[in-house]
C-alpha cells in the first residue's frame, strides 16, 4: 500500500468517525457506492480526482487535508523545546509556535528587548500578516506607514510589503505574529 493510499484511508476513517456517520453515510453525502467508501478506507483503489473531491466535499475539508500526512492528534512542546531563533544580536527572540510544519502559515511568538528595531522578511504577494502585542508598546512599519501598538491591539497588513518592529518602551516587548501565506486565505 503506498503512503498515499494509507493516508487517505486513515484520514476518510478519522474524519467520518469525528462526524459520527457510517460509510453509508460518507457515501450517500459523496454520490459514491458504500463499497468504494469501504475499500478506500482499507487504502485500496486508486481513486480518480472526481472521487477524491466529491469525498473533500461530502466532508468539507479540501482535498490536500485527505491526502496530507497523518499528524499526532495531540502535540505537547516543553518551554525548553519550542524552537527560537535569535536575531539582531540576540536583543530579539523569535519562537516558532507550531509544532507541526502547516502549508501556508506561519505563528510566531517575538520579544524585542527596549529600544530595539527588527526589519521583517517581506512575504509572496497577497500575503496576510496579523501582529498583536501581548506586553509592551511597539511600532510597526509597513511600507513607509507608522502604526503604534500598545498591549491587546492588533494590526493586520500585507505581508509582502517592506516592514518593520520597532519596541517603544523600555522593556522587553512581546507579541504574537500570524503569516498567512497567499494561497491559503
Given at each position: 500500500m503506498s503512503d498515499l493510499a494509507k493516508?487517505?484511508?486513515a484520514n476518510l476513517v478519522q474524519l467520518r468517525r469525528v462526524r459520527g456517520w457510517s460509510?453509508?453515510?460518507l457515501a450517500t453525502l459523496a454520490g459514491l457506492p458504500r463499497s468504494t467508501i469501504a475499500h478506500l478506507e482499507t487504502g485500496g483503489g486508486n481513486p480518480?480526482?472526481?472521487t477524491v473531491s466529491?469525498?473533500?466535499k461530502a466532508l468539507s475539508v479540501s482535498i490536500e487535508e485527505l491526502l496530507i500526512p497523518c499528524r499526532p492528534q495531540t502535540a505537547l512542546?516543553?518551554?525548553e523545546e519550542v524552537p527560537v531563533h535569535k536575531k539582531v544580536g540576540?536583543?530579539?527572540r523569535v519562537a516558532k509556535l507550531l509544532p507541526d510544519k502547516l502549508r501556508g502559515m506561519e505563528l510566531d511568538r517575538m520579544e524585542l528587548a527596549a529600544g530595539v528595531?527588527?526589519?521583517g522578511t517581506p512575504h509572496l504577494p497577497h500575503t496576510k500578516e496579523f501582529i498583536t502585542?501581548?506586553?509592551g508598546h511597539m511600532a510597526v512599519y509597513v511600507a513607509g506607514e507608522a502604526f503604534e501598538l500598545r498591549t491587546g491591539d492588533v494590526l493586520a497588513f500585507p505581508g509582502d510589503r517592506p516592514h518593520s518592529y520597532h519596541n517603544l518602551g523600555r522593556d522587553t516587548a512581546e507579541a504574537l505574529s500570524v503569516v498567512v501565506i497567499a494561497h491559503m486565505m
Open positions: 493516508d487517505l484511508a460509510q453509508a453515510d480518480t480526482l472526481a466529491g469525498l473533500a512542546l516543553r518551554a540576540g536583543a530579539v528595531r527588527m526589519t502585542v501581548v506586553r
